[in-house]
């Protein structure tokens, strides 16, 4: 990276993993404290779930640690609504949050 390029953080998508029905994408992001607040990861969500409807997912799943209010804002201002969460193997818990990538994203 050149001097005038800095890392906020990074998002991540999978077509495929555990607990995920066919169809289903998994939206994963973080962000270094000095970029928060600034509507970057919502940008990032909104343009990754873009890509993923683009290639044919038909609904983005976010896990959301219950702990991290601040993640689950950030997927419900980018189009994401609350989701009865399946039960993990390991017991872990996690919130989700779904959108229907079937539709126009704005």
């Known amino acids: 990276m ?11 998508l999978r077509f495929a993993g555990a607990g995920l029905a066919p169809g289903q994408v998994n939206v994963a992001y973080r962000l270094y404290p000095s970029w928060r607040g600034l509507g970057l990861a919502t940008r990032a969500v909104v343009l990754v779930s873009q890509y993923a409807a ?18 689950a804002a950030v997927a419900q201002r ?15 818990r ?8 079937r539709v126009a994203i704005e």
């Open 2 to 12: 050149g001097a005038d390029k800095v890392l906020a953080g990074a998002i991540d």
């Open 54 to 71: 683009s290639e044919g997912g038909e609904e983005a799943v976010i896990q959301v640690e219950p702990e991290n209010p601040a993640s």
């Open 78 to 92: 980018a189009g994401f609504t609350p989701a009865k969460q399946p039960p993990s193997k390991d017991g872990t």
């Open 94 to 101: 996690f919130d989700w949050y779904i959108r229907d990538l």
